[in-house]
């Protein structure tokens, strides 16, 4: 499954040093890496990148559609067999908010899955870097897509911010 | 938890998914012996006729309504630790949610199951669904009975896919430790995952989404369950109080029985660093918290009977608590709103036994509370002529036995395949390795 990859894979134990390397990165000019780690990190997300996900839009625009949709499916059923009860308004709108409220929770939520799914890459087939399994447990990593010229430098980069391990992967 | 490291959580968590112990397997064929017998007295009801269930007319819903309510309500408590105390930030919550996720997934599942069996016809089931067919007839959406089926469906997807979404991450740990066909098996569940910036990024938006979602629909859901009873004109269901009392009651239930669950689990597995007093201390707040509402809700129904000056409404309540079906109003007191009174005490909710026992009750109290709603309401009618007592015959409490069954049956299942903690979660309420600390 794993695709051909090179670059430079850097291991740290600390995530202080994660922020340093990736702090060295940017001001080297790399903007192309990612970062691996066990549990979510505020100062390694932000050290990255501070852009806000565009998971919310979709969410809010599956929300709105799924809300539209149950009111249609209510007042268009009810007005293609029209069945006047207590002298009612066929198009009943306070009991219809239940359906339109939970068609809104149900398709927010599926446009929700999908739209993380689309932008995290996940499943992850492609594998575009190198992994280890400590990424899961205690460790935290730095994987650096560049050509040979540059692997010794950004190695060094890596060693001189922590990185207890590095590897350098060539296709 | 101050003893644990990043390590240690991984491989204590991924010890409980060891292959099963003889005395796993012990408990999983007599859970599924109870399940055939639910079977076989389903099975025996769809061959018969729903005659063979204790229905007289003016009982026409019990004990499978009952159970539904009983156990919609118990997912409820698992959405509210999974979501709302996310949404609030309660870092209590981080060891328990994933075991009070499953409890959802399962117990909405099984209750999922009793409007199917209480309609006898249960190969009509599909006339609920809004479909376009050759009489152009449509479902009613002006029925509170139409609303469940869109309300529960709507719960059990997103209360799943809560769960799945979380599980990602721990599952992928779970893969990297693993072999044969759990390797394989965690790869597909896992997504893949390998806790990439941009992975986290996305994760994280889309959780606090979910739980944005589904915390008004853990307050709808039960509501709507409710409005199944207080839309009908029938004395002790038609009361506006029905769905904040219900929303109440079945936080009250669900905190019940994850507190049921994780005791047993915290022993057998040896979890005392991570289910410590802190966390039963919580639980036991929402406990005490909820039955008090509950017993409020109680008082209240008999004031307003009393006070509505409505006859029928008042001789229902007096039957309630002194006709023929006295003993189970008392025993829902008894269970809801005087034992978890012991919660006040600090050294009682820091007492894990004593807890279980608590939540025993409870857990008794909560399903005779639904009793009482719907057979006491329904076997004191409108007319004197047709008041009847009811009593559950051996196929409902087969089915009922059969449900239990069910629901432990993927527990016991999701302990020993999954992660039943929140591996990553725990990870993050401790202090982060290596020296520079960046929290």
Known sequence: MSAKRQGVLAIFEDPGSVVDAIKALKSGGRRKFSVMTPVPNHDIAEAIDTSQSPVRWCTFIGGVVGGTLGFLLCAWTSLDWPLITNGKEIVSIPPFMVIVFECTVLIGGLTNLFAMLFFAGLPDIVQGEAFDSRFTEDRFGIWVPCGRQDAEAVAATMRANGAEEVRVEAA | ?439
């Open chain 2, 1 to 439: 938890m101050a003893k644990l490291t990043y390590s240690k959580v991984n491989q204590d968590i991924l010890k409980m998914i060891r292959p099963p112990t003889s005395a796993w397997g012990i408990l999983f064929l007599t859970d599924l012996m109870v399940l055939g017998f639910g079977i076989l007295c389903f099975a025996w009801q769809v061959y018969t006729g729903l005659g063979v269930a204790g229905y007289t007319r003016p009982v026409m819903w019990a004990v499978y309504i009952t159970n539904f309510v009983f156990w919609v309500g118990i997912g409820h408590a698992g959405t509210l630790i999974s979501a709302v105390l996310f949404l609030f930030r309660a870092r209590f919550r981080n060891s328990i949610y994933r075991t009070a996720e499953g409890m959802t997934v399962f117990a909405v599942m099984t209750a999922g199951l009793f409007p199917l069996i209480h309609l006898g016809r249960v190969w009509n089931f599909y006339w609920l669904i809004p479909y376009p067919n050759q009489r152009q007839l449509w479902t009613n959406f002006r029925s509170p009975l139409e609303w469940d089926v869109f309300a529960v469906s709507t719960y059990l997807t997103i209360s799943s896919v809560f769960f799945i979404v979380g599980l990602i991450p721990d599952v992928a740990v779970a893969r990297e430790h693993a072999t044969g066909w759990r390797k394989k098996l965690y790869t597909l569940l896992s997504f893949n995952w390998r806790g990439t910036d941009r992975q986290w990024k996305h994760y994280n938006n889309a959780y606090t989404y979910f739980a944005a979602l589904a915390t008004p629909l853990v307050f709808s859901v039960h509501s709507v369950v409710s409005w199944d009873f207080a839309m009908s004109i029938n004395p002790g269901w038609h009361s506006t109080i029905f769905a904040p009392y219900f929303v109440a009651g079945a936080i009250f239930s669900g905190i019940a029985m994850v507190i049921t669950l994780m005791v047993p689990m915290r022993k057998i597995f040896n979890l005392e660093d991570y289910l410590g007093d802190w966390h039963f201390d919580s639980m036991g707040k929402i406990l005490l918290f909820t039955s008090l509402i509950v017993s409020y809700a109680y008082a209240i129904e008999m004031f307003l009977a009393w006070y509505g000056g409505n006859v029928y409404e008042k001789s229902v309540f007096w039957d309630r608590a002194f006709g023929h079906m006295g003993w189970a109003y008392w025993i829902m007191v008894t269970c809801n709103c005087l034992i978890p009174l012991l919660c006040i005490k600090k050294s009682i909710r820091t007492n894990i036994m004593a807890m279980f026992v608590i939540s025993i009750f409870v857990n008794i109290g909560m399903w005779f509370e639904r009793f009482v709603i719907i057979v006491q309401s329904l076997s004191h009618n409108f007319p004197v002529f047709t008041w009847k007592a009811y009593a559950p015959t051996w196929v409902e409490l087969g089915i009922t036995a059969g449900s239990f069954a069910w629901f432990f049956m993927f527990f016991l299942l999701f302990v020993k395949f999954l992660p039943a903690m929140a591996i990553a979660e725990i990870k993050e309420i401790l202090p982060m390795p290596g020296k520079k600390r960046a929290a």
